[in-house]
Nanobody, 124 residues
Framework: QVQLVESGGGSEQAGGSLRLSCAVS????????MGWFRQAPGKGRERVAF???????RYTDSVKGRFTISRDNAENTLYLQMNSLKPEDTAMYYC??????????????????WGQGTQVTVSL
């Protein structure tokens, strides 16, 4: 069955770094676009980074220059390196798979598969 399992979340001080991982199984990972989303309490789910099957990356403006998305197709793993963390980065972070393989399909409803999430908390 399809599984996406995030790890690497935790608590960090502002200015620090975290690296999230998403281990994937049960579908042809290398053919899918992959996104990282986040959801803070009382807010909608926001896509922060995307990587297509060719390795092209895109980011939402608030994380550009601080976050880096990458993928290892041999290990079926997706990563999100988060540097210069800010308190406003505090949220539950989810990885998700999109068979349309394009940044243009941004809404959560376009994504086929989701992980269970990992919490990131950034304090001053």
């Amino acid at each position: 069955q399809v599984q996406l399992v995030e790890s690497g979340g935790g608590s960090e001080q502002a200015g620090g770094s975290l690296r999230l991982s998403c281990a994937v199984s049960g579908f042809t990972y290398s053919s899918y676009g992959m996104g990282w989303f986040r959801q803070a309490p009382g807010k909608g789910r926001e896509r922060v980074a995307f990587i297509d099957s060719a390795g092209t990356t895109r980011y939402t403006d608030s994380v550009k220059g601080r976050f880096t998305i990458s993928r290892d197709n041999a290990e079926n793993t997706l990563y999100l390196q988060m540097n210069s963390l800010k308190p406003e980065d505090t949220a539950m972070y989810y990885c998700a798979a999109n068979s349309r393989d394009s940044w243009c399909y941004g809404g959560p409803n376009y994504y086929n598969y989701w992980g269970q999430g990992t919490q990131v908390t950034v304090s001053l």
